[in-house]
């Protein structure tokens, strides 16, 4: 199957700086991407769905100015979580699709955040 | 409103017996299924998809998925477990909303096969 990098795959942070997360498909073009958190044995909670070129849709309750999604190109796509708190420590994993609904997504391999 | 559902949270099965996991959703229109698996902290791996068809989807590692559209289910099965199949499951359906196709799963399900 295609491949999605995600980097770092661990992270620790101070409490109020900032951590940037990287998604990259590297063998095709992903015109949508998908950012996920993930809680100690907990589904996959959809933070925002981007599309190259335009803004994401962020889901209802995810703080669009904390958790900042640029999907510049179609091989990159980056989260911020901007001025982290310990509660933001998770699982953060993100995915990309080609075109099409009928496209399966293909997935990083997910980003330990903790906030100290 | 679209939603998935695995009503298992574990699934407990002996090494060599035929496993089943369960999904029901519920979608407008044309549903977009999929299942995928998970080891422990690491991303999601892709294992099949029902888009249109025949009913019956095979997909990676000798599993396969029944779409039953009168029951609204994607189970899915395979005829003999292995232990290496320990993992957690998800499945996930995909729809168009607004502008952008959204993907959202189930809750889960984990399953253990024992020697």
């Known amino acids: 199957g295609a491949v999605v990098s995600q980097h770092p795959s661990r992270v620790i942070c101070k409490s109020g700086t900032s951590v940037k997360i990287e998604c990259r498909s590297l063998d095709f073009q992903a015109t949508t991407m998908f950012w996920y958190r993930q809680f100690p044995k907990k589904s996959l909670m959809l933070m925002a769905t981007s599309n190259e070129g335009s803004k994401a849709t962020y889901e209802q309750g995810v703080e669009k100015d904390k958790f900042l999604i640029n999907h510049a190109s179609l091989t990159l796509s980056t989260l911020t979580v901007t001025s982290a708190h310990p509660e933001d420590s998770s699982f953060y994993i993100c995915s990309a699709c080609e075109t099409g609904l009928n496209t399966e997504a293909f997935f990083g391999q997910g980003t330990r955040l903790t906030v100290v | ?115």
Request: net charge positive; charged share 15%.
């Open chain 2, 1 to 115: 409103a679209q939603s998935v559902a695995q009503p298992e949270d574990q699934v407990n099965v002996a090494e060599g017996n035929p496993l089943t996991v369960k999904c029901t959703y519920s979608v407008s229109g044309n549903p977009y299924l999929f299942w995928y698996v998970q080891y422990p902290n690491r991303g999601l791996q892709f294992l099949l998809k029902y888009i249109t068809g025949d009913n019956l989807v095979k997909g990676s590692y000798g599993f396969e998925a029944e779409f039953n559209k009168s029951q609204t289910s994607f189970h899915l099965k395979k005829p003999s477990a292995l232990v290496s199949d320990s993992a957690l499951y998800f499945c996930a359906v995909r729809f168009k909303r607004g502008s952008q196709g959204n993907l959202i799963f189930g809750k889960g399900t984990k399953l253990s096969v024992k020697p």
